[in-house]
């Protein structure tokens, strides 16, 4: 089947615009993650949305990045103001942790230049 | 707070000579504890997971893992690498509880005819 899905794969931004990225989960899949990955910070956990449950916004480095998830499926990363700092590869993923499997299936990515 | 340490930053090895990737983490939790691999230009791919029971853990492209939790460890080997695998690999490691994943800063593997 159908892996996770994100759009658009390159996002080229000048300073100051806001960014979307979305992400599609795999079919079924109650639990989507978010995290960056960058030349100075590695991989860093964003956010997570499990369900109806409230979202676990730990990871999101500035009030300037948000996210929300609709109908339990495709979910939308928001940077506001974009700044240099925030260039890095966007990744997110799904998993089902009703069936136990506890594995995280992973994007390709959205890789983002703010210049 | 968790975190995971991935020492060499880089391993240079030649084609079908066995490798080890080390990964050490701090938890004073269970935890789970995974390898993924990256390829150019792609996401993550799960290699292998320990989740408990058995501490060797086997897993695709015949890479293996131990899980040791008495030194916190969890290195990666391959008895004979390939070309393709040349790629990027990350340890992570998830406290029983939660849900986020916790990575190492990478290592890069590098195969040489």
């Known amino acids: 089947g159908a892996g996770v899905s994100q759009s658009p794969s390159n996002k080229v931004t000048e300073k100051g615009k806001d960014v979307e990225l979305r992400c599609d989960p795999i079919?079924?899949?109650?639990?989507l993650y978010w995290y960056r990955q960058s030349l100075g910070q590695g991989l860093e956990f964003l956010i997570y949305f499990q369900g109806n449950s409230a979202p676990d916004k730990s990871g999101l480095p500035s009030d300037r990045f948000s996210a929300e998830r609709t109908g339990g499926s495709v979910s939308t990363l928001t940077i506001q103001r974009t700044q240099q700092e925030d260039s890095a590869v966007y990744l997110c993923a799904s998993s089902h942790p009703g069936q136990g499997s506890y594995e995280q299936y992973f994007g390709p990515g959205t890789r983002l230049t703010v210049t | 707070a968790q975190s995971v340490t991935q020492l060499d930053s880089q391993v240079p090895v030649f084609e079908e000579a066995p490798v080890e990737l080390r990964c050490n983490y701090s938890?004073?939790?269970?935890?789970?504890l995974f390898w993924y691999v990256q390829y150019p230009n792609q996401g993550l791919q799960l290699l292998l997971k320990y989740l408990s029971g058995s501490t060797l853990v086997k897993g695709i492209n015949g890479f293996e893992a131990e899980f040791n939790k008495s030194q916190t460890s969890f290195h990666l080997r391959k008895p004979s690498v390939h070309i393709s695998d040349t790629a990027e690999y990350f340890c992570?490691?998830?406290?029983?509880?939660?849900?986020?994943?916790?990575f190492g800063t990478g290592t890069r593997l590098l195969v040489s005819p």
């Open positions: 938890s004073s939790v269970s935890v789970y």
């Open positions: 992570a490691v998830r406290n029983t509880g939660f849900q986020k994943l916790v």
């Open positions: 079919s079924g899949h109650t639990a």
